[in-house]
Every structure is written in structure tokens, then in C-alpha cells.
């Protein structure tokens, strides 16, 4: 049977800005093209991708302030996502690091998750979560509500795990915590960049390069305290202006230069003209690595989660063990005795192209149909 010939809706939890998640979605949407989207929000009707597309929208999307603040929903999305009607659906996948898992179909629809990662703020990072609340003047009323909130919505988040009959997880890492907080079995389908899209160039410059959301578990400080002792150029990529993006800009020494909201052309330079990319935090699964090793430059990343399984040490990069600048530096100064193949690296990375995804995802899809 042809999959095309189904009837396939595509949830996701929210789209709203737009980051990896959004990037898995959109190769989705290129591979099935006539799928609906249900979301509990949208904000990216700019956007050429969902031009023409049918997309349905949560309550959520009519409430002042909790429709631009999706954080703040949280309690309501589980209402959200139960509430879309799926019954005219053959295929049902959802695209979850959240709650969109959770939807209801029909008995005889195939309900497929692909899962970013169980619920990091009910299960592996709640505790982080709770220390780093970002809800603002509001952050003293959640911190008091969410331990009293969380046995509800984790007995709701267990129920709704349970819903889709087959898993896919985006990694190992993920596969694991799936097994450990949903005991479901999951297949791993890496997640894929179009690899076509980045240039490639033996001329490197003398700089190492960083780029990502200026937040705590990033590990931008780690890489400000690091350059500031040892004084080789960095470059560090942002789009988040915060009190931590200010703080570190101020505290940062005259070898370590800041770039902050630049264009994506911009970014893809540097990529290629970078010594090194330098991965400090740890990351169920986090694209830019790969986007790096795909512009020919080897990878310094932190010996944990994704980059374990992206990374290979010694070939297209090394690893430094702990978060700390004497760990770090150590590696880099190991790393700058090194030559490395520019090809073997770019041709790693092809094994990560959104086309593979494309393919071990219909593949999959086709199977459980078959069945």
C-alpha cells in the first residue's frame, strides 16, 4: 500500500519559533506532503513552508497571553491535544518532546512518536527545570505550584505514553530514557540536516567557533572562562539578548567575539572558515554539530549524550570529559597537535542527510502499515 494514499495527520507540540524540532517537522512535510499539522499553537505564518498547508490550532491559540507565551499552557495542553478530533485519519505521527504524544485516535489508525525526548521538565531535568524557571515576575508562584502540579501531570504524561503504538526515537540517548520513564521499545531514526546546504573549504581561519541559545546548560560561560585564560579567538553565535548574553559580553576578554542574531548565510560562513566547533553542553540531540562536520571542520564537544553519538573521536573530532576550563583546555591543546581529513569528515556527516531520515522514516511507516 501506498503511503501516499493515506490519510496522515503530523502533531507537534508547538510551532513557534523555529529550531530543530521545527527542521524534523519540515522534513516530514517533504517526504508527506498532503499531511495535515494540529498544533497547540502556531506562529509561523511567514513562513513559505505552511503556506498552502491545513493546520489546526489548540484553544490555546484564542487565549491572550498563555498563545505567545506557550510555557505558561502548560497544564492546559493536556486538554489541548485530547480535544483534536483525528477520526477521519489512517496515519497519525506525532513530533514530541511534550505533550502532543497524547492525542486520541481511532482503534484501526496507526499512531506512530517520534520523540525528541520523554518530557525533560517531568522526568530527566525537572529538578534543572525548577532552578531555572523562565516565566518571569510569575517565577515565585510557579516555583510554589509546579511540585504541587507535577504528580498530576506526570500520572497524565505515563497515561498519554501509552497512546501511540510504536516509538521512534531520535537517538540512543533518547531510546534509553523512553525505555526508562515510559517502558516502551523504541527504534532509533537520527534526525538529518540537508547536507547540500553547507559550504566547504581547506582555508581555515584561526578561530574557534560556538553558536546556540545564550542559556545556563548551553555552557557559554564555560567557553567565556575557558578563552578568557588561554586567549585563542573564539567566535560565539547567538540569537538570545539576555541578563546571562550581557553579563557574559561584559566579561569576555578582547579574543572572544560576540555575533548576535546573524543571518543564517552568515552562520554557514563561519561553519567553514571555523578551526573548530566547540560542543560544550549536554544534548538529547542538537543539530549543529553535524551542520559543522558537514562544512569540513572537526568538533570539540563534551564527552556525553549526543555528541557520543555524532562525533567520532580521533576522526571528525575529540572529546574533553568534564565541564570544567581546565578540561577543555587540556583537549584543545591536544586537539591543535592533530591534522584532520576534511573529506572523512563532510562524508560523516552525509550519513546524517535529511534523505536517510526521509527514507528509514517511510521505510518504518510502511512496515507497521504492512503489518
Same mark, same amino acid.
Given at each position: ?9 503530523? #502533531? ?13 517537522? @519540515?522534513?516530514?512535510?517533504? &517526504? ?5 499539522? *494540529? $498544533?497547540?499553537? !502556531? +506562529? ?14 489548540? !484553544?490555546?491559540? =484564542? ?25 477521519? *485519519? ?12 497524547? #492525542? ?14 520523554? $518530557?525533560? +521538565?517531568?522526568?530527566?531535568? +525537572? ?21 504541587? &502540579?507535577?504528580? =498530576? ?7 498519554? @505514553? ?46 574557534? %567557533? ?6 545556563? *546548560?548551553?555552557?557559554?560561560?564555560? %567557553? ?12 560565539? #553565535? $547567538? ?72 562525533? %567520532? ?6 572529546? !574533553?570529559?568534564?565541564? $570544567?576550563?581546565? @578540561? ?27 534523505? #536517510? ?6 521505510? !518504518? ?7
Amino acid at each position: 500500500m501506498n503511503l501516499q494514499e493515506k490519510k496522515i495527520a503530523i #502533531v507537534c507540540d508547538w510551532i513557534k519559533d523555529w529550531g530543530w524540532a521545527e527542521l524534523v517537522l @519540515s522534513h516530514l512535510l517533504e &517526504l508527506f506532503p498532503h499531511a495535515d499539522i *494540529y $498544533t497547540s499553537i !502556531f +506562529y509561523q505564518a511567514d513562513n513559505p513552508l505552511f503556506e498552502w498547508r491545513n493546520i489546526t490550532t489548540s !484553544f490555546i491559540q =484564542k487565549i491572550p497571553i498563555l498563545n505567545k507565551k506557550h510555557k505558561l499552557a502548560l497544564t492546559l495542553r493536556p486538554q489541548a491535544f485530547e480535544s483534536f478530533d483525528l477520526s477521519s *485519519y489512517d496515519i497519525v505521527i506525532s513530533s514530541t518532546s511534550a505533550e502532543s504524544k497524547g #492525542v486520541i485516535t481511532k482503534p484501526d489508525c496507526l499512531q506512530i512518536c517520534y520523540c525528541h525526548t520523554p $518530557t525533560r +521538565y517531568f522526568w530527566s531535568h +525537572y529538578d534543572e527545570y525548577q532552578s531555572m524557571m523562565e516565566f518571569g515576575i510569575l517565577n515565585p508562584l510557579a516555583k510554589l505550584l509546579m511540585p504541587r &502540579l507535577i504528580k =498530576k501531570l506526570r500520572k497524565w504524561d505515563l497515561a498519554a @505514553s501509552m497512546r501511540p503504538d510504536f516509538y521512534i526515537a531520535n537517538s540512543e540517548n533518547t531510546r534509553e530514557r523512553i525505555t526508562k520513564y515510559y517502558d516502551r521499545k523504541s527504534e532509533v531514526i537520527y534526525p538529518g540536516i540537508d547536507t547540500n546546504n553547507f559550504k566547504t573549504t581547506e582555508n581555515k581561519s584561526d578561530f574557534y %567557533l560556538s553558536v546556540g541559545r545564550c542559556i545556563p *546548560y548551553k555552557q557559554f560561560e564555560l %567557553l567565556v572562562d575557558t578563552f578568557n585564560q588561554n586567549w585563542k579567538p573564539l567566535i560565539l #553565535v $547567538t540569537n538570545t539578548d539576555n541578563k546571562l548574553y550581557r553579563k557574559l559580553k561584559k566579561k569576555s576578554k578582547a579574543n572572544i567575539k560576540w555575533k548576535l542574531s546573524i543571518s543564517r548565510e552568515e552562520i554557514i560562513k563561519l561553519y567553514s572558515e571555523a578551526k573548530a566547533f566547540v560542543f560544550p553542553p549536554e544534548e538529547d540531540f542538537w543539530l549543529v554539530p553535524l551542520e559543522a562536520m558537514a562544512s569540513w571542520t572537526p568538533v570539540i564537544a563534551y564527552w556525553v549524550g549526543w555528541a557520543l553519538e555524532t562525533v %567520532l573521536e580521533w576522526k571528525t573530532g575529540v572529546f !574533553f570529559t568534564e565541564q $570544567t576550563p581546565e @578540561s577543555l583546555h587540556k583537549i584543545i591543546e591536544r586537539f591543535e597537535t592533530m591534522n584532520w581529513d576534511a573529506k572523512a569528515i563532510r562524508k560523516h556527516a552525509e550519513t546524517f542527510d535529511k534523505k #536517510v531520515f526521509q527514507s528509514k522514516m517511510y521505510d !518504518f511507516i510502511q512496515s507497521k502499515v504492512s503489518l
